[in-house]
């Protein structure tokens, strides 16, 4: 398991993570506080506070062209 932090600062942002993650077989988790969302889902990515960091968990060891991917959002 990887865990990074993320910046999604637009829909457009919102938008591209979305179609990045929904690539892959495994499982990422977003979560902003007490909340925990499926990162594959927009609806859930929106019920988050974007204004603030958002914690990455993906569950799988094999995740380094994931990463390489989502590495424009990470802060």
């Not at 865990?3 to 993650?21: A, G, P, R, T, Y």
């Not at 799988?60 to 390489?68: A, G, K, V």
Request: hydrophobic share 45%; with cysteine; glycine share 2%.
């Amino acid at each position: 398991m990887k865990v990074f932090d993320i910046m999604l600062k637009s829909i457009n942002d919102v938008k591209d993570f979305v179609n990045i993650v929904n690539k892959y077989d495994f499982d990422v988790d977003l979560s902003s506080g007490r909340y925990v969302v499926d990162a594959k889902s927009i609806m859930g990515i929106f019920s988050l506070d974007l204004s603030k960091p958002i914690k990455v968990e993906i569950h799988t060891p094999d995740c380094e062209n994931f990463y390489e991917e989502v590495k424009p959002f990470i802060v």
